[in-house]
Structure formats: C-alpha cells, structure tokens
C-alpha cells in the first residue's frame, strides 16, 4: 500500500509562482518514475512533467522553460516548480508514482495517485 501526500497549490496571479511536493511513503520496494499530471475543468488529463528513477526529465511542450521537476530520493518526494503561471495553467495537479509495491507474497509494480491540489492563476 502506497500514499502520497501532496502540498504546495493555492491561488496565485499570473506571472507568479507555486512550488508542489508530493511524498510517497507505504509498503515502497522501490520508486521509479514520479510525474505531474493536472486536469483543467473541460479538458482532457494531461502529463505535465516526468521524471525517471535516473533523473531524466519529459515536460509538456506547453510548460516547457516554465516548469521544472526534481525529486529527492531520499525523502522519496518529487517536486514541481511552476514559475511564470498563466490563467491557463489553472487545473487540479496529481502526483502519479510508478513503484515496486512490498506484498506479503512477492512484490509487483503499480501506479499511484495522489488526490489532487488546486492551482488556480487568476489573470
């Protein structure tokens, strides 16, 4: 069993900046990818930024020089910096966590979801 924890959004007008974090912590054998999606109301889902296990990194074309992602493995918890916000990157983000999970018989992997934080840039 996996939870994650996720903290940093809120109201904030254009141009400005929020910071999320997203801790997983549970049964974690191993954690590999961690990423952001965010859904905007009457949008489809989309993957905001990605991060591997290596550090490698995958952005949305249209958060590209704006967003950044990091994770600290030690902590196992995954960033993302949002700077120059625009009224369009108003949505609700969801850390997503691809790990090995402990079971009492073995291990398997799985994807988890955390519950979502608003971020809402007013113009």
């Known amino acids: 069993q996996v939870q994650l924890v996720e903290s940093g959004g809120g109201l904030v007008q254009a141009g400005g900046s929020l910071r999320l974090s997203c801790a997983a912590s549970?049964?974690?054998?191993?954690?590999?990818?961690m990423s952001w999606y965010r859904q905007a109301p009457g949008k489809q889902r989309e993957l905001v930024a990605a991060i591997t296990s290596g550090g490698s990194t995958n952005y949305a074309d249209s958060v590209k020089g704006r967003f950044t992602i990091s994770r600290d493995n030690a902590k196992n918890t995954v960033y993302l910096q949002m700077n120059s916000l625009k009224p369009e990157d108003t949505a609700v983000y969801y850390c997503?966590?691809?790990?090995?999970?402990?079971?009492?018989?073995?291990?398997?992997?799985?994807?988890?979801w955390g519950q979502g934080t608003q971020v809402t840039v007013s113009s």
């Open positions: 997503v966590v691809d790990v090995w999970v402990v079971t009492g018989v073995g291990r398997r992997q799985d994807n988890y």
């Open positions: 549970g049964s974690i054998f191993r954690v590999n990818a």
